[in-house]
């Protein structure tokens, strides 16, 4: 059932909007804390009774609209006339009814970023992004996977137990992104806690801090010794980027390179450990890391609701009276299974709206779902005699509104002797460097870069202990451990 209230029907009773429509005080279901994380789900399902569009609370006193339709999130997202990204729209925040130090802010508020810009804005911004990451190699973005993999592996493979979650699916994309990125590993660490802070919703003024202090830090470093790297080219695009459209390009290229896929890769790994389906098929011999992915992100893809957007004037969209400049959160999971799309084939189809659509649809999602496959693959190569520690229903999942993403992944296995390493990819010395900013001339981005023509200075910020295969004592405490101090303790050897 849809309602009107510009039309003067009543909602019904229990309905979400009963206490004045979309946008009044305590008008929202929650969507965020453990019990909405827990079965996030179940909460999709009763608020779609009223309609593809319900008001919802994204922390306390945050309210939004949020899409649960398939065509209708289709239709936001594919509208750009109707629909802007530009966060400086969103009247709450500025007016003062949401308090800047609300959880949800840093994922929300604005910036000069490809994802919170619209028209001509975004185009530049986009190009800057899309360009530098067409540059990768994908047989050397292959090699930088299978060689995290494998040393990752090789640090619990001999204990016969791992948080898959801490010790393997959060760590990998970094040390991917370390190398494509040209990231010093003394930096990457407080950029994962600032990240993981922001996405957790957790102090999340401290962290948006530690974040932004960090990213001028290595924007400054950048600067004076460009490489053969992604943030390096980005400096150098024809578009020249100032430094804060530097730092805000890559708060985004780190929040869709780091937690979505820590996301996909644990949960792809929980789906083939605890649904039947897999799970016999990986008795028998068969890793159906595809059909697992596939499911993923249908039905709890990474990002489970996010792509807000704000109407750019008042308008009745889906049965409901949506005002400007309130926030229209689109529900990728809810949307996804919506029921007019029920289907027991979902292997194989992408249609599923996991990396959002339209002009802001992710540039990175074939490189994301290459990545994440390969590192389930090899996980699943090198220990396939793997069961989960606790039972399925046991798993905890992180708060917020935002992402699907569980807190830890214990599994349990036959110890595995070590093996030897996948070796990096071996660059050759090459005289083409990135231009310094005065000197960048319309050749950018002719020559890609790729495993023969990287310089040895991609390799320079990589630590010894990336590619040491040391065992960790048996005895080790196995406790869970904040992400940032997990990768902190990896970087140095420990």
């Known amino acids: 059932m849809t309602y009107r209230p510009d039309a003067g029907v009543a909602p019904p009773p229990g309905c979400p909007a009963h206490a004045g429509g979309p946008g009044h005080a305590g008008a929202g279901v929650p969507i965020y804390g453990p019990d909405f994380a827990a079965d996030p789900h179940s909460v999709y399902a009763r608020l779609r009774q009223y309609g593809p569009v319900v008001p919802v609370e994204l922390a306390p006193g945050v309210q939004a609209n949020l899409v649960l339709g398939y065509q209708a999130a289709l239709e936001v997202l594919r509208s750009p006339e109707k629909f802007g990204k530009d966060a400086r729209r969103w009247k709450a925040l500025a007016d003062g009814r949401v308090p800047p130090d609300s959880p949800v802010v840093p994922m929300m508020h604005y910036r000069p970023n490809c994802l919170f ?11 800057a992004v899309t360009d530098s990451m067409e540059r990768v190699d994908p047989n050397a ?35 991917v992104f370390n190398q494509v990125f040209g990231c010093p590993p003394a930096l990457g660490e407080r950029l994962v806690e600032g990240m993981s802070g922001i996405f957790d919703g957790v102090d999340a003024e401290r962290a948006n801090a530690l974040l ?12 004076r010794h460009p490489g053969p790297d992604i943030i390096s080219w980005m ?9 804060e459209e530097m730092i805000h390009q890559l708060v985004v290229l780190m929040g869709a390179g780091t937690q979505p896929q820590q996301n996909l890769i644990a949960n792809a790994l929980r789906l083939l450990l605890s649904d039947e389906r897999f799970a016999g098929d990986l008795a028998g011999g068969s890793l159906p890391v595809d059909d697992a992915l596939d499911e993923v992100l249908w039905l709890d893809p990474p990002m489970a609701n996010y792509a807000v957007h704000y109407p750019l004037h008042d308008m009745d969209f889906a049965g409901v009276r949506l005002r400007e400049g309130e926030p229209v959160v689109v529900s990728l999971a809810a ?23 339209g002009p802001h649809v992710c540039p990175a999602k074939d490189s994301a779902r290459l990545a994440a496959g390969i590192a389930v693959e090899k996980l699943l190569d090198r220990i396939p005699d793997m069961e989960l520690a606790v039972p399925a229903h046991q798993l905890q999942w992180r708060p917020g509104p935002f992402h699907r993403a569980m807190t830890a992944l ?6 595995v002797p070590l093996t030897v390493t996948t070796p990096l990819p071996t660059p050759a010395p090459v005289s083409e460097t990135v231009p310094a900013r005065d000197h960048i001339d319309e050749n950018f981005g002719v020559s890609r870069w790729n495993a023969s023509s990287a310089s040895q200075d991609l390799l320079s910020s990589t630590p010894p202990a990336a590619i040491s295969t040391r065992r960790p004592p048996a ?9 940032w101090s997990s990768l902190a303790a990896w970087w140095r050897g420990r």
């Open 117 to 127: 810009s619209d028209g001509e804005a975004h185009r530049r911004l986009r190009s």
């Open 141 to 175: 973005m292959r090699g930088y996977v299978e060689h995290a993999a494998d040393t990752l592996i090789d640090r619990f493979a001999p204990t016969g137990q791992a948080d898959l979650l801490g010790e393997y699916a959060k760590i990998l994309p970094l040390l």
């Open 212 to 223: 932004t202090e960090t990213l001028l830090e290595l924007v400054a470093l950048k600067r």
């Open 235 to 243: 400096m150098a695009h024809p578009v020249r980027l100032s430094d």
């Open 335 to 357: 949307a996804n299974n919506d029921p007019v799309l029920a289907s027991d084939h979902r292997t194989g189809n992408r249609a599923h709206l996991a990396w959002s659509a």
């Open 410 to 415: 214990p599994v349990r296995f036959p110890p």
């Open 475 to 483: 005895s080790a405490p196995r406790g869970r451990r904040r992400a």
